[in-house]
């Protein structure tokens, strides 16, 4: 079964760190470009950034609200893609989802609270 | 960064009657290879969204032939040929050709 499953999300105070990451399994996921998305409460969707394959550059690209804060990462030999979120603003407060461009299904997300 | 604009951003359609919503992209969505990055994602109430069509016209597995993906460079369309009452839910447009990724502001489906 094709699957995407984030953890790590949590209540941090602003300027604070954390690091989520999203198991994948059920497809080549050596292979495949992995994001990151975020919806605030009540809001549409954020693009947060994309981590290429390795066989493509591993190259990550970052939206602009997130570039210089968030880090995207990946290890294939856990099929564990991660993003390490510095510097948290309050308007960072979402549901982060992992997806891939290579199948339709998104994870469930995981919540993240950024409040003093 | 590339601004996706969609059309209506609400939309109340009776049982088994057409929907359409269109996006339109403030530049070209053409890429160097010369197809064209433009998703469509639903997000169903209470959950989480899950792609349906990739590059303008690429139905995903599982999806429905009733939806249906069309447009070039800037203009493009979502056509729900007869709605049903699982469509209900928020549409999104999204453009993976130019860097970053950007998403429309979605489209709220609902049944009369």
């Known amino acids: 079964e094709v699957q995407l499953v984030e953890s790590g999300g949590g209540l941090v105070k602003p300027g604070g760190s954390l690091r989520l990451s999203c198991v994948a399994s059920?497809?080549?996921?050596?292979?495949?470009?992995m994001n990151w998305v975020r919806q605030a409460p009540g809001k549409g969707l954020e693009w947060v950034g994309r981590?290429?394959?390795?066989?493509?550059?591993?190259?990550?690209d970052y939206g602009t609200p997130v570039k210089g804060r968030f880090t995207i990462s990946r290890d294939d030999s856990r099929n564990t893609v991660y993003l390490q979120m510095n510097s948290l603003q309050i308007d960072d407060t979402a549901v982060y989802f992992c997806?891939?461009?290579?199948?339709?299904?998104w994870g469930q997300g995981t919540v993240v609270t950024v409040s003093s | 960064d590339v601004v996706m604009t969609q059309s209506p951003l609400s939309l109340t359609v009776t049982l088994g009657q057409p929907a359409s919503i269109s996006c339109r992209s403030s530049?070209?969505?053409?890429?160097?290879?010369?197809?064209?990055?433009l998703n469509w994602f639903q997000q169903r109430p209470g959950q989480s969204p899950r792609r349906l069509i990739y590059?303008?016209?690429d139905r995903d597995s599982g999806v429905p032939d009733r939806f249906s993906g069309s447009g070039s460079g800037t203009d493009f369309t979502l056509k729900i040929s007869r709605v049903e009452a699982e469509d209900v839910g928020v549409y999104y447009c999204?453009?993976?050709?130019?860097?970053?990724?950007?998403f429309g502001q979605g489209t709220k489906l609902e049944i009369k």
């Open positions: 590059k303008v016209s």
């Open positions: 997806s891939s461009d290579d199948i339709p299904t």
């Open positions: 999204m453009q993976g050709t130019h860097r970053p990724r950007t």
């Open positions: 059920g497809f080549s996921f050596t292979y495949a470009w």
């Open positions: 981590i290429k394959s390795y066989t493509d550059g591993g190259t990550t």
């Open positions: 530049q070209s969505l053409v890429f160097s290879d010369g197809n064209t990055y």
